[in-house]
């Protein structure tokens, strides 16, 4: 059985596409579509990783890692944010709210993969 990641993304072709993508790679993906439903999901999943959006409706990424890090049964489970905005201000707020690390979205999940591998020996 592979890792599990959690990718939680508003759009369900952002989740289909790195379901896909992620899954050819060996590892077991679950989705949510949105921070209030990552943070129920965790309740009864413990991930290895959380490959995460910033920009969704109901509760945004930053909120969504900064409940995460604050609480104690998932503190440990390594948050990487996957977001269109590469301005600089975004990652340092990503590294404010406690994300491990940071990816900008693009068709070529490569590096997306080597990123996540780091965390997932």
């Known amino acids: 059985m592979g890792s599990l990641i959690l990718v939680v993304d508003d759009q369900a072709f952002i989740r289909h596409i790195l379901g ?7 590892f077991e993906v679950d989705f949510a ?9 965790l ?7 959380i490959l995460m959006d910033v920009m969704m409706p109901v509760m945004d990424g930053y909120e969504t890692c900064k409940r995460i890090k ?3 049964s998932t ?6 944010f996957l977001t269109a905005n590469a ?8 590294v404010q709210v406690g994300a491990d690390d940071y990816a900008v979205k693009s068709p070529d999940s490569s590096t997306l ?6 965390f997932i020996q």
Request: proline share 7%; hydrophobic share 35%.
């Open 70 to 72: 604050t609480d104690p």
């Open 75 to 80: 503190k440990t489970i390594p948050v990487v």
């Open 43 to 49: 309740k009864k999943i413990k991930p290895d990783l």
């Open 113 to 118: 993969i080597s990123k996540i591998r780091k």
């Open 20 to 26: 896909a993508d992620l899954k050819k790679e060996g």
């Open 87 to 94: 301005q600089k201000s975004a990652v340092v707020k990503a």
């Open 33 to 41: 579509e949105n921070g209030q439903q990552a943070l129920s999901k």
